[in-house]
């Protein structure tokens, strides 16, 4: 694979590029699914091919190929050194780059158990026994399960010296039971909405999940839901699940901090940021016992956005983001970084395949854990809602004003839970409600979520990020806010 | 095998225009080779689907070309069928050796699973309907030419004090399905896409437009909108949450109507998840409301044969407010007992099929009109961040973006802050007192459909955000 890149590289100087990036990349999945007990998707994919990246003129040009012959990468190199060209039609500005090391290294994400060696007769028992438990229970009227597997290689190089090998293995499952009665669709879903739990694991991912205890438990509430009260409207006290709180930092925080849509350049697309370049160490973002860093090393748990160099060859690193509730930092790259007074860039490039563009991504972006027992902010809470597993989502485009819903709620009365609620939601302000946070749960309760599917950019990229979260608790928010008009 | 991938034609190194796509017959014999080397590994059945695309799209932001980027890229991917089981797999190498070793995945998979009582035997050969949507001045359109184009409307933003950002794209894709019982169809097209937000200070506004041939809009023109739009929209003021008359330009209707599209499936309904159970030949929706499927519409794009490589049909979905049918795979048109309109997906899903060109009947109201006759109202550029809060209501969250200006006796009077809405579009779609004439729409929400623009009364908003 060196001598694709090198070849590439190679041809963009001859064309004129005073800089290159290689990404050659090889890309595996699988994908399994089950509905009502019968399989549904069966399939294999892999898919390579390489992209590269060039300053020419001052400029960006990119282009990427499957075609790995020496005339094909000869033919992208070049196209991709004549798109900087005609980029630099249209400049302001010359591009420049933070300074950056050269490395040559090799990184495999750990995990015990390759998922493409399991038998896909074991994955699919597995799926289809949670399938099973699920339809046992009356009132359920749709189930499904699903496993998605991942082995992704790429190759980095570029004209200062890089060589980068890194393998990452990433899993994911889930499982989920739904009910329509009368005239309404209730759904539960187990470890998390919208596919379950994804990360940089192995098989061991699947079997730590226990599906087999937990799809009763959730085709069970999704029956009862129909039969419980309507979460009502009102400012209250709120305390969310881990997994939706991952959400909410993914939202609230994590997109607002990337310094490419603070600068502008997502405005067409993806929105700007509340967080402009003023508000660095000045905002007070959240409440003084907020924490939350961008951390992509594999000290901080093996993430969607954990890994050992970004896809623009930079190490992974920790940035603090809020500290002690104060705004400390934006994900920025090489291109940006000089822009909030850094030396060097964050880590943060990422692409989805080797014919997209690193662009600013999330890592994985968390709230560090608090100090307290999950038993005791339940019992702390006089009044209040607990909410748990994302349903619906929602942001405006400059990330201040949120909705969410999720799939099931709990009224807390007197340090208890007493009684389920259904369609809860919530919004505010994201400055507003993270301010409004005075209790997070300590690290036995903080899990790594896995979001699979954020997407940004043209073209369309999707990639993982990870959220660590544990169950934290809000005053003051507006809840029942999605059906108050209903 | 001898690798089609050395016979394709590549950009040369003095262009940066996009690759050009494989001929016909290469892909053919792409197709003919899986299915001979399937034969040959013990597949009793298989079908080959083989997609080709070379895209470019430059990006601007801050008056200026930041990104900039070109693909080529081909895949195969191969179903097989072995004793009531089948199972899928997709490649971008295309070598013999990379093409078998394919199949041998799809077959190991497809062992390896409790037999599918659903499935059916392929089908055979199909007739369809022509439909040309290859333009080649689109597929020519190189990078210093969109470059040109997006310095003018740079630089206007600039005359005007603005900032503009967006995206400029051409592109071409063709696609082939073929199976072992002798179907096969081809389909290419080529598509281009301009889109604009103009920002003066804290306020914005935005145009685009999409279409197969580049020549059907205008860069420049569009620029010029997103501006002047952009300079109404400065001074926004802060309105109260409630319900309010709207006018929906057709890319704000778009994004929400989009989000029914797979109600109208029959594996939804079966699955009892679509808004439509319970639900079908009732007056559900306003009289004014029609909406059919027609990939054969002027002003749609994609090919008219499914994941099969069954015809696609025209499919009157609601007929003057009244659900009045469903598109059905080959799978759930044998569940149902009815005929398949070729709208499934490839095979094997969970989902079945979906309508995927919707056309939403016109009407021959103007935007004129609508402001004209609208006492009190707000006029919606663009909506934002659309996800779903009740999937039986449809109601649906999300927020005003790019330009939400208000409506005072028959005349835009300023600009308002954005507003979060929840609104259910079966509710809406009772409301509608206006249609604009149907036109080709482009949002981000949802894929490219042909809809009106819409004048509907008491649409809920019920939070403001800052801005």
Same mark, same amino acid.
Request: hydrophobic share 40%.
């Given at each position: 694979?060196?001598?694709?890149?090198?070849?590439?590289?190679?041809?963009?100087?001859?064309?004129?590029?005073?800089?290159?990036?290689?990404?050659?990349?090889?890309?595996?999945?699988?994908?399994?699914?089950?509905?009502?007990?019968?399989?549904?998707?069966?399939?294999?994919?892999?898919?390579?091919?390489?992209?590269?990246?060039?300053?020419?003129?001052?400029?960006?040009?990119?282009?990427?190929?499957?075609?790995?012959?020496?005339?094909?990468?000869?033919?992208?190199?070049?196209?991709?050194?004549?798109?900087?060209?005609?980029?630099?039609?249209?400049?302001?500005?010359?591009?420049?780059?933070?300074?950056?090391?050269?490395?040559?290294?090799?990184?495999?994400?750990?995990?015990?158990?390759?998922?493409?060696?399991?038998?896909?007769?074991?994955?699919?028992?597995?799926?289809?026994?949670?399938?099973?438990?699920?339809?046992?229970?009356?009132?359920?009227?749709?189930?499904?399960?699903?496993?998605?597997?991942?082995?992704?290689?790429?190759?980095?190089?570029?004209?200062?010296?890089?060589?980068?090998?890194?393998?990452?293995?990433?899993?994911?499952?889930?499982?989920?039971?739904?009910?329509?009665?009368?005239?309404?669709?209730?759904?539960?879903?187990?470890?998390?909405?919208?596919?379950?739990?994804?990360?940089?694991?192995?098989?061991?991912?699947?079997?730590?999940?226990?599906?087999?205890?937990?799809?009763?438990?959730?085709?069970?509430?999704?029956?009862?839901?129909?039969?419980?009260?309507?979460?009502?409207?009102?400012?209250?006290?709120?305390?969310?699940?881990?997994?939706?709180?991952?959400?909410?930092?993914?939202?609230?925080?994590?997109?607002?901090?990337?310094?490419?849509?603070?600068?502008?350049?997502?405005?067409?697309?993806?929105?700007?940021?509340?967080?402009?370049?003023?508000?660095?160490?000045?905002?007070?973002?959240?409440?003084?016992?907020?924490?939350?860093?961008?951390?992509?090393?594999?000290?901080?748990?093996?993430?969607?956005?954990?890994?050992?160099?970004?896809?623009?060859?930079?190490?992974?690193?920790?940035?603090?983001?809020?500290?002690?509730?104060?705004?400390?930092?934006?994900?920025?790259?090489?291109?940006?970084?000089?822009?909030?007074?850094?030396?060097?860039?964050?880590?943060?490039?990422? @692409? &989805?395949? +080797? $014919?997209?563009?690193?662009? #600013?991504?999330?890592?994985?972006?968390?709230? =560090?854990? /608090? %100090?307290?027992?999950?038993?005791?902010?339940?019992?702390?809470?006089?009044?209040?809602?607990?909410?748990?597993?994302?349903?619906?989502?929602?942001?405006?485009?400059?990330?201040?004003?949120?909705?969410?819903?999720?799939?099931?709620?709990?009224?807390?009365?007197?340090?208890?839970?007493?009684?389920?609620?259904?369609?809860?939601?919530?919004?505010?302000?994201? @400055? &507003?409600? +993270? $301010?409004?946070?005075?209790? #997070?749960?300590?690290?036995?309760?903080?899990? =790594?979520? /896995? %979001?699979?599917?954020?997407?940004?950019?043209?073209?369309?990229?999707?990639?993982?990020?990870?959220?660590?979260?544990?169950?934290?608790?809000?005053?003051?928010?507006?809840?029942?806010?999605?059906?108050?008009?209903? | 095998?001898?690798?089609?991938?050395?016979?394709?034609?590549?950009?040369?190194?003095?262009?940066?225009?996009?690759?050009?796509?494989?001929?016909?017959?290469?892909?053919?014999?792409?197709?003919?080779?899986?299915?001979?080397?399937?034969?040959?590994?013990?597949?009793?059945?298989?079908?080959?689907?083989?997609?080709?695309?070379?895209?470019?799209?430059?990006?601007?932001?801050?008056?200026?070309?930041?990104?900039?980027?070109?693909?080529?890229?081909?895949?195969?991917?191969?179903?097989?069928?072995?004793?009531?089981?089948?199972?899928?797999?997709?490649?971008?190498?295309?070598?013999?050796?990379?093409?078998?070793?394919?199949?041998?995945?799809?077959?190991?998979?497809?062992?390896?699973?409790?037999?599918?009582?659903?499935?059916?035997?392929?089908?055979?050969?199909?007739?369809?309907?022509?439909?040309?949507?290859?333009?080649?001045?689109?597929?020519?359109?190189?990078?210093?030419?969109?470059?040109?184009?997006?310095?003018?409307?740079?630089?206007?933003?600039?005359?005007?004090?603005?900032?503009?950002?967006?995206?400029?794209?051409?592109?071409?894709?063709?696609?082939?399905?073929?199976?072992?019982?002798?179907?096969?169809?081809?389909?290419?097209?080529?598509?281009?896409?301009?889109?604009?937000?103009?920002?003066?200070?804290?306020?914005?506004?935005?145009?685009?437009?999409?279409?197969?041939?580049?020549?059907?809009?205008?860069?420049?023109?569009?620029?010029?909108?997103?501006?002047?739009?952009?300079?109404?929209?400065?001074?926004?003021?802060?309105?109260?949450?409630?319900?309010?008359?709207?006018?929906?330009?057709?890319?704000?209707?778009?994004?929400?109507?989009?989000?029914?599209?797979?109600?109208?499936?029959?594996?939804?309904?079966?699955?009892?998840?679509?808004?439509?159970?319970?639900?079908?030949?009732?007056?559900?929706?306003?009289?004014?409301?029609?909406?059919?499927?027609?990939?054969?519409?002027?002003?749609?794009?994609?090919?008219?044969?499914?994941?099969?490589?069954?015809?696609?049909?025209?499919?009157?979905?609601?007929?003057?407010?009244?659900?009045?049918?469903?598109?059905?795979?080959?799978?759930?048109?044998?569940?149902?007992?009815?005929?398949?309109?070729?709208?499934?997906?490839?095979?094997?899903?969970?989902?079945?099929?979906?309508?995927?060109?919707?056309?939403?009947?016109?009407?021959?109201?103007?935007?004129?009109?609508?402001?004209?006759?609208?006492?009190?109202?707000?006029?919606?550029?663009?909506?934002?961040?659309?996800?779903?809060?009740?999937?039986?209501?449809?109601?649906?969250?999300?927020?005003?973006?790019?330009?939400?200006?208000?409506?005072?006796?028959?005349?835009?009077?300023?600009?308002?802050?954005?507003?979060?809405?929840?609104?259910?579009?079966?509710?809406?779609?009772?409301?509608?007192?206006?249609?604009?004439?149907?036109?080709?729409?482009?949002?981000?929400?949802?894929?490219?459909?042909?809809?009106?623009?819409?004048?509907?009364?008491?649409?809920?908003?019920?939070?403001?955000?800052?801005?």
């Amino acid at each position: 694979m060196w001598d694709l890149c090198t070849n590439a590289l190679d041809t963009a100087k001859l064309r004129g590029a005073t800089y290159g990036d290689v990404r050659v990349m090889h890309l595996r999945q699988r994908d399994l699914t089950t509905k009502n007990g019968q399989v549904g998707t069966l399939a294999q994919s892999e898919s390579l091919g390489l992209g590269i990246r060039v300053l020419a003129n001052g400029a960006w040009g990119f282009a990427s190929t499957d075609r790995l012959t020496r005339e094909g990468l000869a033919a992208c190199a070049a196209q991709a050194v004549s798109i900087a060209k005609a980029s630099a039609l249209a400049k302001r500005s010359e591009v420049v780059l933070a300074p950056e090391k050269a490395y040559v290294d090799s990184w495999q994400s750990p995990f015990r158990k390759d998922p493409f060696e399991i038998p896909l007769e074991t994955q699919l028992a597995l799926l289809l026994a949670a399938d099973a438990e699920m339809r046992r229970v009356k009132g359920v009227t749709l189930t499904e399960t699903d496993m998605q597997f991942r082995k992704i290689d790429s190759w980095f190089a570029s004209s200062i010296g890089s060589r980068i090998h890194q393998r990452k293995v990433i899993s994911g499952c889930g499982i989920a039971a739904t009910s329509f009665q009368g005239e309404e669709i209730q759904k539960r879903s187990y470890p998390n909405g919208f596919g379950g739990q994804h990360s940089l694991q192995g098989y061991e991912l699947v079997e730590s999940l226990d599906l087999m205890r937990n799809a009763p438990l959730i085709a069970e509430e999704a029956a009862v839901l129909h039969s419980v009260s309507q979460c009502p409207e009102k400012v209250g006290t709120l305390i969310l699940g881990g997994s939706q709180l991952g959400l909410q930092i993914h939202e609230s925080i994590g997109h607002p901090i990337e310094l490419d849509r603070v600068l502008g350049q997502e405005a067409n697309f993806a929105g700007t940021s509340f967080l402009t370049l003023d508000q660095l160490d000045q905002l007070k973002y959240a409440s003084s016992i907020v924490n939350v860093v961008a951390d992509a090393r594999l000290d901080h748990g093996q993430g969607l956005g954990t890994f050992a160099y970004d896809d623009e060859g930079v190490p992974a690193q920790c940035t603090d983001i809020i500290k002690d509730g104060t705004f400390r930092g934006y994900l920025s790259n090489r291109e940006t970084a000089h822009l909030v007074g850094l030396d060097r860039s964050s880590g943060t490039m990422r @692409t &989805e395949s +080797w $014919n997209r563009l690193p662009i #600013i991504r999330m890592t994985n972006v968390s709230l =560090l854990p /608090g %100090t307290w027992d999950y038993d005791d902010l339940i019992s702390d809470t006089h009044d209040g809602i607990l909410m748990e597993t994302n349903r619906s989502w929602s942001i405006d485009d400059r990330r201040y004003q949120f909705q969410f819903s999720t799939e099931i709620g709990w009224e807390i009365k007197g340090g208890k839970k007493v009684r389920m609620l259904k369609n809860p939601s919530y919004s505010g302000i994201s @400055t &507003e409600f +993270w $301010n409004s946070c005075d209790a #997070i749960c300590r690290f036995d309760h903080w899990t =790594l979520w /896995g %979001t699979p599917n954020c997407g940004k950019g043209q073209p369309m990229q999707t990639v993982g990020t990870g959220h660590g979260a544990a169950p934290a608790r809000f005053r003051n928010v507006h809840i029942g806010t999605a059906f108050s008009n209903q | 095998m001898k690798p089609p991938a050395q016979n394709r034609k590549v950009s040369t190194a003095s262009s940066a225009g996009a690759a050009e796509l494989l001929h016909e017959r290469e892909l053919r014999r792409i197709v003919d080779t899986v299915l001979r080397l399937a034969k040959s590994t013990g597949a009793e059945e298989a079908e080959v689907h083989v997609d080709e695309v070379a895209d470019a799209l430059t990006r601007f932001a801050n008056n200026a070309i930041h990104q900039n980027v070109a693909e080529h890229g081909l895949t195969v991917s191969i179903r097989t069928v072995v004793d009531g089981r089948t199972a899928r797999a997709t490649t971008n190498r295309i070598h013999e050796d990379s093409l078998r070793s394919a199949i041998e995945v799809s077959l190991s998979l497809a062992h390896r699973q409790p037999k599918d009582p659903r499935l059916l035997p392929m089908p055979g050969k199909q007739r369809y309907r022509a439909v040309n949507r290859f333009i080649k001045q689109t597929a020519a359109l190189s990078a210093e030419e969109r470059a040109r184009a997006v310095r003018r409307a740079c630089d206007l933003a600039v005359k005007k004090g603005q900032v503009a950002a967006g995206i400029y794209s051409n592109g071409q894709s063709q696609s082939v399905v073929g199976n072992s019982r002798g179907l096969f169809a081809a389909y290419r097209e080529t598509h281009s896409e301009f889109s604009i937000t103009a920002q003066e200070g804290p306020a914005a506004s935005w145009a685009k437009a999409n279409s197969t041939d580049v020549r059907a809009f205008d860069p420049q023109k569009l620029a010029a909108r997103a501006c002047q739009k952009a300079h109404l929209a400065v001074n926004s003021r802060e309105l109260a949450p409630g319900r309010y008359t709207v006018i929906l330009e057709p890319a704000a209707v778009l994004d929400l109507v989009g989000f029914l599209f797979y109600d109208f499936a029959a594996t939804a309904l079966e699955d009892k998840r679509s808004c439509l159970n319970e639900r079908m030949a009732k007056q559900l929706f306003g009289q004014n409301i029609s909406i059919s499927d027609d990939v054969y519409h002027a002003l749609q794009q994609g090919a008219p044969f499914d994941g099969e490589g069954l015809p696609r049909q025209r499919v009157l979905l609601v007929d003057c407010g009244i659900p009045k049918n469903l598109v059905y795979s080959r799978a759930a048109a044998q569940a149902a007992g009815k005929r398949p309109t070729g709208h499934g997906f490839a095979l094997p899903n969970e989902y079945g099929e979906a309508p995927m060109n919707l056309v939403f009947g016109g009407g021959d109201s103007s935007m004129d009109k609508m402001v004209t006759s609208t006492d009190r109202g707000l006029l919606v550029t663009r909506l934002w961040y659309i996800r779903e809060v009740d999937p039986y209501e449809k109601v649906m969250t999300g927020m005003t973006r790019d330009g939400l200006f208000l409506v005072e006796n028959g005349r835009v009077t300023g600009a308002a802050r954005n507003f979060r809405f929840n609104q259910s579009l079966i509710e809406m779609l009772k409301n509608v007192e206006l249609l604009g004439p149907a036109v080709r729409a482009t949002g981000e929400e949802a894929f490219e459909m042909v809809v009106p623009a819409m004048k509907v009364r008491d649409f809920c908003f019920s939070e403001v955000t800052k801005f």
